[in-house]
C-alpha cells in the first residue's frame, strides 16, 4: 500500500471518529501506521477500516484493523471439517508409501504441516475406525483450527517482522505432535489364574 492510499484510509477515519488523532501529532500517527500498513494491500485494509466503522463506536488502533483483517483471512479459509475430510480422503488412498507420497504431494501448505510426513497418512490407515474417525479426527481438527489462526495472523502483521514467527508456513517450522496409532496395553493375567496353573501344574507333576 502507497502512502497516499493510507492518507485516503486515515482521512475516512478522521471523518468518522473525531477524535481519531486526539491531541497526538497527526505526522508521527500516520508514520507509524504506514509502517504497520505498507505491506498489506489496500483493498484489504479497505475493507477491514468499513467493517470496523459500522460496528465500532469508537476510533480504531491499528490492532483493531489487523484483527479485522485476521478474521477476514480465516473466513476465507476451508473449515476444520473440510480440513480433516482433505485428511481423510488422503488416508484412504495411501494404500502404500509411493501412493502415499503423492497423496501427501497434493494437500495444501497447512495440511502438509499438519500431517507431517507422508509416511503418518500409512500409519493412520492402519488405525481402527473409532480410533482414526475420534481421537485423530479431533486432535487434527483442533490442530488445524490453532494453526489456521496464527496463519492468517503471521499475514496481518508487518513483512519485517514475518521472518520472525516461527509458526510461519513457508519457513523453518516444528512439526506439530498428533497421535499415532495408540499402543495395546500388555496384557496381564489376573493373580487367581496364575494360582490355579501353578496348582495344575504341580498337580500334573505329582501325577
Same mark, same amino acid.
Given at each position: 500500500?502507497?502512502?497516499?492510499?493510507?492518507?485516503?484510509?486515515?482521512?475516512?477515519?478522521?471523518?468518522?471518529?473525531?477524535?481519531?488523532?486526539?491531541?497526538?501529532?497527526?505526522?508521527? =500517527?500516520?508514520?507509524?501506521?504506514?509502517?504497520?500498513?505498507?505491506?498489506?494491500?489496500?483493498?484489504?485494509?479497505?475493507?477491514? #477500516? #468499513?467493517?470496523?466503522?459500522?460496528?465500532?463506536?469508537?476510533?480504531?488502533? =491499528?490492532?483493531?484493523?489487523?484483527?479485522?483483517?485476521?478474521?477476514? *483471512?480465516?473466513?476465507?479459509?476451508?473449515?476444520?471439517?473440510?480440513?480433516?475430510?482433505?485428511?481423510?480422503?488422503? #488416508?484412504?488412498?495411501?494404500?502404500?508409501?509411493?501412493?502415499?507420497?503423492?497423496?501427501?504431494? *497434493?494437500?495444501?501448505?497447512?495440511?502438509?504441516?499438519?500431517?507431517?510426513?507422508?509416511?503418518?497418512?500409512?500409519?493412520?490407515?492402519?488405525?481402527?475406525?473409532?480410533?482414526?474417525?475420534?481421537?485423530?479426527?479431533?486432535?487434527?481438527?483442533?490442530?488445524?483450527?490453532?494453526?489456521?489462526?496464527?496463519?492468517?495472523?503471521?499475514?496481518?502483521?508487518?513483512?519485517?517482522?514475518?521472518?520472525?514467527?516461527?509458526? *510461519?508456513?513457508?519457513?523453518?517450522?516444528?512439526?506439530?505432535?498428533?497421535?499415532?496409532?495408540?499402543?495395546?496395553?500388555?496384557?496381564?493375567?489376573?493373580?487367581?489364574?496364575? *494360582?490355579?496353573?501353578?496348582?495344575?501344574?504341580?498337580?500334573?507333576?505329582?501325577?
Amino acid at each position: 500500500m502507497t502512502r497516499e492510499e493510507l492518507m485516503r484510509i486515515m482521512e475516512r477515519l478522521e471523518k468518522y471518529y473525531k477524535n481519531f488523532y486526539a491531541d497526538t501529532n497527526k505526522e508521527e =500517527v500516520f508514520d507509524a501506521w504506514y509502517a504497520m500498513f505498507k505491506g498489506d494491500d489496500f483493498q484489504e485494509v479497505s475493507r477491514a #477500516v #468499513v467493517a470496523y466503522i459500522c460496528t465500532e463506536k469508537f476510533a480504531p488502533t =491499528v490492532a483493531g484493523i489487523k484483527n479485522i483483517m485476521a478474521e477476514n *483471512r480465516m473466513a476465507g479459509q476451508m473449515t476444520e471439517m473440510e480440513a480433516w475430510q482433505r485428511i481423510s480422503d488422503a #488416508v484412504d488412498f495411501s494404500t502404500n508409501r509411493d501412493e502415499a507420497n503423492k497423496q501427501f504431494d *497434493r494437500l495444501p501448505p497447512l495440511l502438509k504441516r499438519l500431517v507431517a510426513t507422508p509416511s503418518r497418512l500409512v500409519t493412520w490407515r492402519r488405525l481402527d475406525e473409532n480410533t482414526f474417525e475420534g481421537v485423530i479426527a479431533s486432535n487434527v481438527m483442533r490442530s488445524y483450527r490453532d494453526l489456521a489462526k496464527h496463519e492468517a495472523v503471521y499475514y496481518a502483521i508487518p513483512e519485517q517482522l514475518q521472518a520472525e514467527q516461527q509458526w *510461519r508456513i513457508d519457513g523453518p517450522k516444528e512439526q506439530i505432535a498428533l497421535p499415532e496409532a495408540p499402543k495395546k496395553l500388555a496384557y496381564e493375567k489376573p493373580e487367581w489364574m496364575i *494360582r490355579r496353573e501353578k496348582m495344575q501344574n504341580e498337580g500334573q507333576h505329582n501325577n
